[in-house]
């Protein structure tokens, strides 16, 4: 089955925030943002910009009726600044006008007095500095301390990683209307309607009956509407709240990249230890996430990096510990992998580190120690079913690896100012929010008495395909045509108290919910065609829309039945609630069983380096993903290429850079490089690996939205194997992206030869 909403999407038809038709009335909303990263406020005057043409009102914390409060976790995080502004970019007041226009020539004229002090960017400094957003957690397993002497080998290092920023298509926004006796409606793009309902509330002093949230899709989210969609929405619902009026919101993109958070970097140091038959013995890594002015869902992502430090492979002995370090940027937040990708980069970067010293190609290590039953992960979960090594050896298989290796190492002999190299990329996820108590959804649906179907859940659209998965799961529960049902936008008054749609769950737990609610359904109209044929219920079954009794087709089709119980006034909507059973975790301990399941794959991936220029081209990809029983073999490739690509951008181009008063220089699209048409693989190859699925993912169909992502670190690798073919002498550095300069850098580096040569070629 096809996306649902491709139709829509390439004729233009979607709808998305901005194309919901303006009430009369409407008026605008700009923020007001810190031009300093970190100060103490002596005053802020707002009197010019509020007589600016056009202005109806400027809004300040002062004008908050609640709780000037947004954080979710700690609350940490003002809505607007109050005496201290701690990022770039930190909103400080609301400009409310009548057309965006006139809120933009407003905000030149807000004058800020602050007595500026000195910032701090780098996660390290924060750490000696005392500034943690949360007290360090450590996961172990074994004992590090006991082993290292037995080991053959032991390397250290760093490993750093830079953030990423989300670049959805659709920026930030919301619009906000008044309804009856002081209730406050919102629409907006955010992965979680609950904490934008929630915060709107306690902002404004309400209770969370008095705002509904409506969300018909998003033009992407990526994490980065997570808990960041949730500000600019309060914000609007201040305004209406004020003035009663309808008022609007959509973000500059140079705004939006400004003022968010991004993908945390990271700077970590590692230590590894391996046997002579390379078996890794034991792993530490100390990871410093940089969070940013506020924790916003830094502690979380943190907690997903300690997870997945250890990626496919199982290490008896490992002790890795994190610290969240508080800086002076925008807080950083959610995005597609939530800390796991960063985790997984310190390791592969210790085992590529490991594999140049030691003299073998990297693929030996990684291939020795893949995971395999029986195994269990640190944090105390037994590996069960574990792909790690079938995705592996039927990637080498299908693919044809020693061809590949073959055709790269006569490739490099042939040229000498080209050179090819190849990374494998096995990944290991989790399927889980990390906290327990987030894994539950909730589904409503109405039979229309025409046999059409309406399905209200939790899970938001955001690209991703979970509408069509979840409709395409109450058409199969039932054994109607998919034509019948339809998705309906995701709202607080019709589905309440919801997870955000994330950590990749969005289709399983909203997907479990529906699918218990229409199976109601179908029993209770079973009872009703058990009576009409005079026969027991438990014989009645229902397929292509027709009702059978012991599996012979019987004259009652579905819309006949439907109007039959109708008429015998029997209810035709239903709701269910699903939490996601067996998963716990310990805090105290850091063990558990924190994940439903894992998903895993197996990417190999080759490049082609110019020599010259530093520049790279990614010949191919292929990849053998574990999709379960895939129900969406489209969808699910999509999100397949998609995160591959993305975390190809994230290791390659995409460079985020504040300067070190941290303001952000790379804040619009001509000076922050995203992987476009040409930069992306030449080609993708998909296979989805054969298995059984798992019982906890929906209709056995395994989670897909983030687990893809981490291929692309395999571009990290593959580059630097490149860079070694034309430079022996390269020094290993683990600093991603791997941009265009610093290949350039690393190629010519201690490269007398390699300079020789260029002056022969001239
Ligand atoms: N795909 C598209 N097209 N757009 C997105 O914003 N977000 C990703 C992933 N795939 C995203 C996407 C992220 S971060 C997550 S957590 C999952 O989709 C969320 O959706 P799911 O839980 O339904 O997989
Ligand atoms: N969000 C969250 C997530 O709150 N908890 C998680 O474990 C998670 N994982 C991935 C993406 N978002
Ligand atoms: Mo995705 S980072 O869980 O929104």
């Known amino acids: 089955m096809k996306n649902i909403d491709s139709k829509g999407h390439v004729t233009g038809k979607s709808l998305y925030l901005d194309d919901i038709p303006i009430q009369q009335g409407t008026l605008h909303a700009l923020a007001v943002d810190?031009?300093?990263?970190?100060?103490?406020?002596?005053?802020?005057?707002?009197?010019?910009?509020?007589?600016?043409?056009?202005?109806?009102?400027?809004?300040?914390?002062?004008?908050?009726?609640?709780?000037?409060?947004?954080?979710?976790?700690?609350?940490?995080?003002?809505?607007?600044?109050?005496?201290?502004?701690?990022?770039c970019g930190q909103p400080v007041?609301?400009?409310?006008?009548?057309?965006?226009?006139?809120?933009?020539?407003?905000?030149?004229?807000?004058?800020?007095?602050?007595?500026?002090?000195?910032?701090?960017?780098?996660?390290?400094?924060?750490?000696?500095?005392?500034?943690?957003?949360?007290?360090?957690?450590?996961?172990?397993?074994?004992?590090?301390?006991?082993?290292?002497d037995s080991c053959a080998y032991v390397f250290e290092g760093q490993a750093d990683s830079n953030g990423q920023e989300h670049l959805y298509i659709e920026t930030q926004g919301a619009y906000s209307w008044p309804a009856e006796n002081g209730n406050i409606k919102i629409a907006t793009s955010t992965q979680g309607p609950t904490a934008v309902q929630r915060t709107a509330a306690q902002v404004l002093g309400l209770g969370m009956h008095n705002v509904e949230v409506d969300v018909i899709r998003l033009g992407g989210g990526f994490g980065g509407k997570e808990d960041q969609a949730t500000p600019w929405a309060v914000m609007v619902a201040l305004a209406v709240y004020h003035l009663n009026k309808p008022v609007k919101m959509a973000m500059h993109r140079m705004d939006d990249m400004r003022m968010t958070g991004k993908r945390h970097p990271y700077s970590s140091d590692y230590k590894i230890g391996l046997d002579k038959n390379l078996n890794i013995i034991a792993y530490e890594a100390t990871m410093?996430?940089?969070?940013?002015?506020?924790?916003?869902?830094?502690?979380?992502?943190?907690?997903?990096?300690?997870?997945?430090?250890?990626?496919?492979?199982?290490i008896p002995n490992t002790k890795v510990t994190a610290y969240s370090c508080r800086t002076n940027l925008p807080p950083n937040t959610a995005f597609r992998g939530f800390g796991g990708p960063q985790g997984m980069f310190v390791i592969e970067s210790a085992i590529a580190?490991?594999?140049?010293?030691?003299?073998?190609?990297?693929?030996?290590?990684?291939?020795?120690?893949?995971?395999?039953?029986?195994?269990?992960?640190?944090?105390?979960?037994?590996?069960?079913?574990?792909?790690?090594?079938?995705?592996?050896?039927?990637?080498?298989?299908?693919?044809?690896?020693?061809?590949?290796?073959?055709?790269?190492?006569?490739?490099?002999?042939?040229?000498?100012?080209?050179?090819?190299?190849?990374?494998?990329?096995?990944?290991?996820?989790?399927?889980?929010?990390?906290?327990?108590?987030?894994?539950?959804?909730?589904?409503?649906?109405?039979?229309?008495?025409?046999?059409?179907?309406?399905?209200?859940?939790?899970?938001?659209?955001?690209?991703?395909?979970?509408?069509?998965?979840?409709?395409?799961?109450?058409?199969?529960?039932?054994?109607?045509?998919?034509?019948?049902?339809?998705?309906?936008?995701?709202?607080?008054?019709?589905?309440?108290?919801?997870?955000?749609?994330?950590?990749?769950?969005?289709?399983?737990?909203?997907?479990?919910?529906?699918?218990?609610?229409?199976?109601?359904?179908?029993?209770?109209?079973?009872?009703v065609a058990a009576d009409q044929l005079d026969a027991s219920p438990d014989s009645i079954t229902i397929k292509d829309e027709t009702f059978y009794v012991d599996g012979s087709p019987s004259e009652l089709s579905w819309e006949k039945m439907v109007h039959q119980a109708f008429m015998d006034r029997v209810s035709l909507?239903?709701?269910?609630?699903?939490?996601?059973?067996?998963?716990?975790?310990?805090?105290?301990?850091?063990?558990?069983?924190?994940?439903?399941?894992?998903?895993?794959?197996?990417?190999?991936?080759?490049?082609?380096?110019?020599?010259?220029?530093?520049?790279?081209?990614?010949?191919?990809?292929?990849?053998?993903?574990?999709?379960?029983?895939?129900i969406s073999p489209m969808v699910d490739n999509g999100q397949i290429e998609g995160g591959l690509v993305q975390g190809i951008g994230w290791m390659t181009l995409e460079e985020l850079d504040y300067d070190e008063q941290g303001r952000l220089r790379s804040n619009a699209l001509s000076t922050y490089k995203i992987p476009d048409i040409y930069s992306v693989p030449e080609t993708i190859e998909v296979k989805h690996?054969?298995?059984?699925?798992?019982?906890?993912?929906?209709?056995?169909?395994?989670?897909?939205?983030?687990?893809?992502?981490?291929?692309?670190?395999?571009?990290?690798?593959?580059?630097?194997?490149?860079?070694?073919?034309?430079?022996?002498?390269?020094?290993?550095?683990?600093?991603?992206?791997?941009t265009h300069e610093k290949v350039l850098m690393a190629l010519y580096e201690g490269k007398e030869a390699g300079v020789k040569d260029a002056a022969e070629l001239s």
């Open 353 to 527: 580190h490991a594999a140049r010293e030691i003299g073998v190609p990297k693929h030996r290590i990684q291939e020795k120690n893949l995971l395999k039953d029986g195994d269990e992960f640190h944090y105390g979960q037994a590996v069960e079913q574990s792909q790690a090594r079938s995705s592996w050896s039927d990637a080498v298989e299908t693919f044809d690896l020693p061809k590949i290796q073959k055709e790269i190492e006569d490739f490099n002999e042939a040229h000498h100012w080209k050179k090819k190299g190849l990374a494998l990329q096995p990944v290991c996820f989790g399927i889980s929010f990390t906290k327990t108590q987030m894994n539950n959804a909730r589904a409503l649906v109405h039979i229309y008495h025409d046999g059409s179907v309406g399905v209200s859940t939790g899970a938001v659209e955001m690209g991703q395909g979970v509408n069509t998965k979840l409709l395409q799961v109450a058409a199969y529960t039932f054994g109607i045509a998919p034509e019948r049902v339809r998705i309906d936008t995701t709202n607080t008054s019709r589905v309440a108290n919801t997870s955000p749609t994330a950590a990749s769950a969005g289709a399983d737990l909203n997907g479990k919910a529906l699918e218990m609610a229409c199976l109601k359904l179908r029993e209770r109209l079973a009872e």
């Open 573 to 630: 909507s239903e709701k269910a609630h699903y939490a996601t059973p067996v998963i716990h975790f310990d805090k105290e301990k850091e063990k558990g069983h924190p994940f439903a399941y894992h998903v895993y794959g197996t990417a190999i991936l080759v490049v082609t380096l110019d020599c010259l220029r530093g520049t790279y081209q990614f010949d191919t990809v292929k990849i053998v993903h574990d999709c379960g029983k895939s």
């Open 93 to 148: 007041a609301l400009i409310v006008g009548e057309s965006e226009h006139a809120c933009r020539r407003a905000r030149e004229k807000v004058k800020f007095e602050i007595d500026e002090k000195p910032p701090i960017t780098d996660p390290r400094e924060a750490k000696e500095k005392g500034e943690l957003i949360i007290p360090p957690r450590t996961f172990q397993n074994g004992d590090t301390e006991s082993v290292w």
């Open 689 to 738: 690996l054969e298995t059984e699925g798992h019982d906890l993912a929906i209709r056995k169909s395994k989670a897909v939205g983030e687990p893809p992502l981490m291929y692309g670190l395999g571009a990290y690798f593959a580059i630097q194997d490149a860079v070694l073919a034309f430079n022996p002498h390269a020094t290993l550095k683990f600093d991603a992206p791997f």
């Open 34 to 87: 810190s031009p300093v990263a970190h100060g103490r406020v002596r005053s802020l005057d707002i009197s010019e910009a509020a007589k600016s043409e056009g202005v109806v009102r400027v809004f300040t914390h002062e004008d908050i009726p609640g709780e000037n409060q947004i954080g979710g976790i700690v609350p940490d995080e003002p809505l607007l600044a109050e005496d201290e502004v701690h990022f």
């Open 288 to 314: 410093h996430q940089n969070a940013g002015a506020a924790a916003d869902l830094s502690p979380a992502v943190m907690e997903r990096s300690l997870f997945h430090a250890n990626n496919s492979y199982f």
